[in-house]
């Protein structure tokens, strides 16, 4: 049997060009909700923070991911390049959602995120604000 190293293209080091693009990528795996998906860009051993929930590895991204989206309906998220260097992204973002009782939400905040060498996210740290909107107020 033989380990088959998966790359995740862009790969870092990380210039304005392939950083976008990076940011792109997942902001359109997001998108998608399917947890599967977003867990392949992670290492298998990924850490992150989110919120006050501390995540290690891709079986948890992906239950993590899976309450997430059968509690925030409608989720449509957007994600902007705030900087990069070397190995590291830095992002600011929103998305918009609601919650079973049809109250829309506005969640914005600032991510971290640290890849290796083959284009997997080993370290993402978000920290994440809510505020309650109204359906005619969303921007996404």
Known sequence: MTNTVIERPPL???TE???RQKVQLAEDAWNS???QRV???Y???SEWRNRSEFIQGRAQIVEFLQRKWVRELDYRLKKTLWTYRDNRIAVRF???WRDDAGN???SHGNENWEFDEHGLMRARFASINDQ???YEDRRL
């Open 12 to 14: 870092p080091p990380f």
């Open 17 to 19: 060009e392939t950083a």
């Open 33 to 35: 909700k399917d947890p």
């Open 39 to 41: 867990a392949l860009a």
């Open 43 to 45: 290492t298998e051993d």
């Open 94 to 96: 929103e998305y918009e």
């Open 104 to 106: 829309w939400y506005r």
């Open 132 to 134: 309650p909107i109204r």
